[in-house]
Nanobody, 128 residues
Framework: QVQLVESGGGLVQAGGSLRLSCAAS????????MGWFRQAPGKEREVVAA???????????DYADSVKGRFTISRDNAKNTMYLQMNSLKPEDTAVYYC??????????????????WGQGTQVTVSS
């Protein structure tokens, strides 16, 4: 059974940085889409970023417009861990952040239904 565990959330002032981690266990994938989502109080869950790997040597990264240029998604295969480096944080980035994985390559990364496994979430709070 695949398990995902997020960490790295916390309280930070606007303009600050945080790095989220998502440690995966219980499975290895020959290709995948791994993503970060977030959900703010009273709002729907939204995609933040994704990293897609078709089993070759190239990884594709995708970002929501709201975080382009500020957030960076990456993956350390040796550690089975995905990261989300968040810089220039804004109060509107406050949310619970979730990581998710789909154990197959695809071009769709924005939709929740693509992903089979989800972490429990980590809270990010940005104060103004």
């Amino acid at each position: 059974q695949v398990q995902l565990v997020e960490s790295g959330g916390g309280l930070v002032q606007a303009g600050g940085s945080l790095r989220l981690s998502c440690a995966a266990s219980g499975g290895t994938f020959s290709s995948y889409v791994m993503g970060w989502f977030r959900q703010a109080p009273g709002k729907e869950r939204e995609v933040v970023a994704a990293i897609r790997w078709n089993g070759g040597i190239i990884y594709y990264t995708d970002y929501a417009d709201s975080v382009k240029g500020r957030f960076t998604i990456s993956r350390d295969n040796a550690k089975n861990t995905m990261y989300l480096q968040m810089n220039s944080l804004k109060p509107e980035d406050t949310a619970v952040y979730y990581c998710a994985v789909a154990p197959r390559y695809g071009s769709t990364w924005q939709a929740s239904y693509v992903y089979n496994y989800w972490g429990q979430g980590t809270q990010v709070t940005v104060s103004s």
